[in-house]
């Protein structure tokens, strides 16, 4: 068994709003995810898929991407990203894909999951402080993101020689490098990864693979991984 991930799907089957409008960069990406998801990732697999999954409103809109998802190769854990309109609470998202058959797919929120070499957290993450325009509101949620992190790591249950691995949407640094808070909740709870997406376009230089306090931060946007999912462990 392996982990493996890749964010911000963006999958558009039951919208219009394809992503290749962004450039060459996208072009048939819902095909290329396909091919490249089936040549890497085995049926006994677990893919994290840490937000921005479709561009659906509302959630019976996002079947088709749903389906698209399941069909893939692997196990999924889902979380949310700022694009993720169609998220709803967690007991309606398991009744959605429970009433679909769609067996291969779960989501995070609040909770964490136990796999045989890694225990996985996380939440989506905000904007950072330090950022142009950070406001009120923005601290509000910021807040309350960090709150959530630490909900899921407390619940975390790390196997004996495993790693713990923290999926995020939003990086937890700002455009100038500076980490957050929510360094300081994963060095608490010793997490030994950070998965991260939400950058794309020239939005990439802002991005940050390394060690940084203890933790390995890797960066897992779809198109800067070449719609690839990266292995993990």
Known sequence: MAIFAISDLHLALGTDKPMDIFGAKWANYMERLETN???????????LVPGDISWATYLEQAYKDFEFIDRLPGRKIIS?????????????????VADYGF??????????????NAAVCGTRG???????????????????????????????????????????????FNSKGVFSE??????????????????????HKYAFEGTSGGVEFKFVAADFTGFKPVKLL
């Open 103 to 116: 067996s291969t797919i779960s989501f995070m929120h609040n909770n964490s999951y136990t796999l045989q």
């Open 37 to 47: 998801w089936a040549a890497v990732v085995g049926a006994e697999d677990y893919v």
């Open 126 to 172: 905000w904007n950072m402080p330090g950022e142009t325009g950070f406001g009120s509101e923005d601290e509000k949620i910021y807040k309350r993101e960090l709150q959530r992190l630490e909900l899921s790591l407390k619940g975390a249950r790390v196997p004996e020689g495993g790693k713990l691995i923290a999926a995020m949407h939003f990086p937890v």
């Open 182 to 203: 929510f360094l300081d909740i994963m060095q608490k709870y010793n997490v030994d990864m950070c998965i991260y997406g939400h950058l794309h376009g020239d939005a």
């Open 80 to 96: 949310k990203g700022n694009h993720d309109y169609w998220w709803t609470t967690k007991s309606k998202l398991d009744k959605f």
